[in-house]
């Protein structure tokens, strides 16, 4: 972390992210499951602002963000940063491309964005959840724990729960068991313990 970045007003990330029971989160690039009710979650979560003409910052792995459904681009509310070391033009629906992380938190901590942006939501993949979970700034953890077995080839990283804490309920957020179409899930929040840092 760079001093620079040390001294800009913290942006709050948070990691979201569905994992069925072994952790499972894609299969050949897609979702392993149809639930339209968690995808709106989803949604709902990374287009809400607290502040009205603010936007979410949204960082995406460059094949997660080609996985998206186009049809439901662009995301009110949101500016979409890619990560890729291949890409060489901003794909339509994107704002900029990173080649890292650290590079989208120099980007978000100058203006515009350091004006502009609220929240910074990371959708994944593996890579960039691994990375900005830990991130100094990143502060919660939103899981939907799938209880069902999918098919999968790509798995959501071990994160260390001394660090992040489990709460029970969780302000906006649904308690209690969902279902749709015979499978169950729960939308979970990990919290940051303030005192502790993951290494
Ligand atoms: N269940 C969920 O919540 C969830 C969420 C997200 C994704 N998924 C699933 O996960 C799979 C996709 O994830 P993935 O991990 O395989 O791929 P990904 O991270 O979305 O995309 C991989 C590509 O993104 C770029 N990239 C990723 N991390 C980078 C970094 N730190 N710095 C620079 N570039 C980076 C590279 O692009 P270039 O090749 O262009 O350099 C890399 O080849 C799909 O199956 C998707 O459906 C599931």
Redesign the pocket.
């Known amino acids: 972390m760079s001093e620079a970045n040390l001294q800009t007003p913290v942006k709050p990330i948070k990691i979201i ?3 069925c029971n072994n952790n499972g ?3 050949k ?3 392993p499951w149809d639930l339209p009710k968690e995808f709106k979650y989803l949604l709902a979560s990374i287009t809400t602002v607290k502040q009205p003409g603010k936007k979410n910052l949204i960082v ?5 963000f080609e ?1 998206f459904d186009e049809k439901l681009l662009p995301l009110e509310n949101t500016i979409i940063v890619l ?5 060489r033009e901003v794909p339509k629906f994107a704002h900029y491309i990173c ?3 650290e590079e989208v938190v120099t980007l978000v901590s100058a203006p515009p964005l350091s004006d502009e942006i609220e929240t910074i939501w990371v ?6 959840y691994i ?1 900005m979970i830990r991130h100094p700034w990143c502060n919660h953890i939103y899981f939907t724990k799938i209880m069902a077995d999918f098919e999968c080839d ?1 798995f959501f990283p071990d994160f260390d729960k001394d660090v992040f804490k489990l709460k029970e309920e969780y302000p906006g957020v649904p308690s209690g068991i969902q279902e749709e179409k015979g499978v169950k899930y729960i939308f979970q929040v990990y919290e940051k313990d303030q005192q502790k840092q993951s290494q």
């Open positions: 992210a569905a994992a989160i894609g299969l690039g897609h979702l995406w792995g460059r094949q997660s996985s990560l890729s070391r291949a890409l080649r890292n992380e959708l994944g993949g593996v890579e960039c990375n790509i």
